[in-house]
T-cell receptor, first 114, second 112 residues
Framework: AQSVTQLGSHVSVSEGALVLLRCNYSSSVPPYLFWYVQYPNQGLQLLLKYTTGATLVKGINGFEAEFKKSETSFHLTKPSAHMSDAAEYFCAVTPNTGFQKLVFGTGTRLLVSP | NAGVTQTPKFRVLKTGQSMTLLCAQDMNHEYMYWYRQDPGMGLRLIHYSVGEGTTAKGEVPDGYNVSRLKKQNFLLGLESAAPSQTSVYFC???????????FGDGTRLSIL
């Protein structure tokens, strides 16, 4: 069975600082991994995804994530935070074989201060 | 392009009442999903559909029913609403299995 752990329900950074949101997964088979962002009163939007191939994945709004199989991690980073990045971020995993439900982490709320 | 549209956006029900949430997608996606989102619990899958005329149970199906009579629509029904069903409900769709899902803006449901 798959599971996702997001360390830290809240992360606070200053505008211009590095953003690092942590995600560790558990999967018995090679996974597909996703990061979604949710702005207030909206649905989830896909930031980026890892399926196969290059382990460093670039997404929208300057975010990127690196798949590290040895560490079972898929941490999300952005070199310089912007006020508009304040939102909730969800990591999700699904196996790459057969149909399995997408399993979400519990989310990390990113707070950006001026 | 509307994507995934959910109606209504807000609703308040009394315990025991029934209602139906409607999800419509215009992307010709095969797969559709219903989730509920509760504080500190992420999103939990209620039911899903892998094509017109099919439905399957997710992680938390009790107290809900679904129907997918048309490819573009996925309905979620609450048979007898309970306060524990107070939540934000999200519909999503995807073109195929294990593909990125596209989400609607949610329905905020309160059961008194």
């Amino acid at each position: 069975a798959q599971s996702v752990t997001q360390l830290g329900s809240h992360v606070s950074v200053s505008e211009g600082a590095l953003v690092l949101l942590r995600c560790n997964y558990s999967s018995s088979v090679p996974p597909y991994l996703f990061w979604y962002v949710q702005y207030p009163n909206q649905g989830l939007q896909l930031l980026l995804k890892y399926t196969t191939g290059a382990t460093l994945v670039k997404g929208i709004n300057g975010f990127e994530a690196e798949f590290k199989k040895s560490e079972t991690s898929f941490h999300l980073t952005k070199p310089s935070a912007h006020m508009s990045d304040a939102a909730e971020y969800f990591c999700a995993v699904t196996p790459n074989t057969g149909f399995q439900k997408l399993v979400f982490g519990t989310g990390t709320r990113l707070l950006v201060s001026p | 392009n509307a994507g995934v549209t959910q109606t209504p956006k807000f609703r308040v029900l009394k315990t025991g009442q029934s209602m139906t949430l409607l999800c419509a997608q215009d992307m010709n996606h095969e797969y559709m999903y219903w989730y509920r989102q509760d504080p500190g619990m992420g999103l939990r899958l209620i039911h899903y559909s892998v094509g017109e005329g099919t439905t399957a149970k997710g992680e938390v199906p009790d107290g809900y029913n679904v129907s997918r009579l048309k490819k573009q629509n996925f309905l979620l029904g609450l048979e007898s609403a309970a306060p524990s069903q107070t939540s934000v409900y999200f519909c999503a769709s995807s073109p195929g299995r294990n593909q990125p899902q596209h989400f609607g803006d949610g329905t905020r449901l309160s059961i008194l």
